[in-house]
Nanobody, 118 residues
Framework: QVQLVESGGGFVQPGGSLRLSCVVS????????MGWYRQAPEKQRELVAI???????NYAASVKGRFTISRDSAMNTVYLQMSSLIPEDTAVYYC????????????WGQGTPVTVSS
């Protein structure tokens, strides 16, 4: 059974930081590109950042320079370090695992909410 379990969301003031974690089980972690997506109220889900199994990251323009994605193969975990948070970052953040060869193997976590407000 594949499981992606996110944690680390919460309430933070503008300019603050949070670190999200996603622990993956039930798959061979190194076979998957890992990603973070987010969905704000009444908006479509959007890509935040992805990282390949080789460790190459890619970011949405809106978070580049503020967010850092990383992965720990020993812990089967992907992280999203978020800094200089702004209210527009408020959303539910979802972890995604996408197989590098076959996109039929694509899995999502349950989401963790992030609220940025003064």
């Amino acid at each position: 059974q594949v499981q992606l379990v996110e944690s680390g969301g919460g309430f933070v003031q503008p300019g603050g930081s949070l670190r999200l974690s996603c622990v993956v089980s039930g798959v061979i972690f190194s076979d998957y590109t890992m990603g973070w997506y987010r969905q704000a109220p009444e908006k479509q889900r959007e890509l935040v950042a992805i990282i390949t199994s080789a460790g190459r990251p890619n970011y949405a323009a809106s978070v580049k320079g503020r967010f850092t994605i990383s992965r720990d193969s020993a812990m089967n975990t992907v992280y999203l370090q978020m800094s200089s948070l702004i209210p527009e970052d408020t959303a539910v953040y979802y972890c995604n695992a996408n197989h590098q060869v076959s996109s039929r193997y694509n899995y999502w976590g349950q989401g963790t909410p992030v609220t940025v407000s003064s």
